[in-house]
């Protein structure tokens, strides 16, 4: 089960409890609770984690273009001259 799914039906549990209750203060005071605790945790939203995905995917293609280059330019060098390719 997904966390996300995990939260919203623990919500929805104290939810319906509450709505068969007069006690409609303890959902309030819950959620205030679950939220000041979220906020605790080092928590980033779907699209702050989607932006660095992507991030992370153009960084590894970069990285992967540039060794291939330097591949090239060993290979290049290696076969054209005795001196080794400082770098």
């Known amino acids: 089960m997904k966390p996300t799914d995990l939260f919203n039906d623990f919500q929805a549990k ?3 409890a509450l709505r068969n209750s007069p006690a409609k203060d303890i959902e309030k005071n819950v959620r205030s609770m679950m939220t000041q605790g979220f906020s605790k945790l080092d928590l ?14 153009r960084t590894r293609a970069r990285l992967e273009e540039l060794e291939a280059r330097v591949q090239a330019l060993e290979s290049r060098a290696a076969g054209g001259s005795d001196t080794p390719v400082s770098g």
Do not use: H, K
Request: hydrophobic fraction near 40%.
């Open 14 to 16: 104290i939810s319906e």
């Open 44 to 57: 980033v939203t779907r699209e702050e984690f989607d932006v660095q995905s992507q991030v992370l995917a």
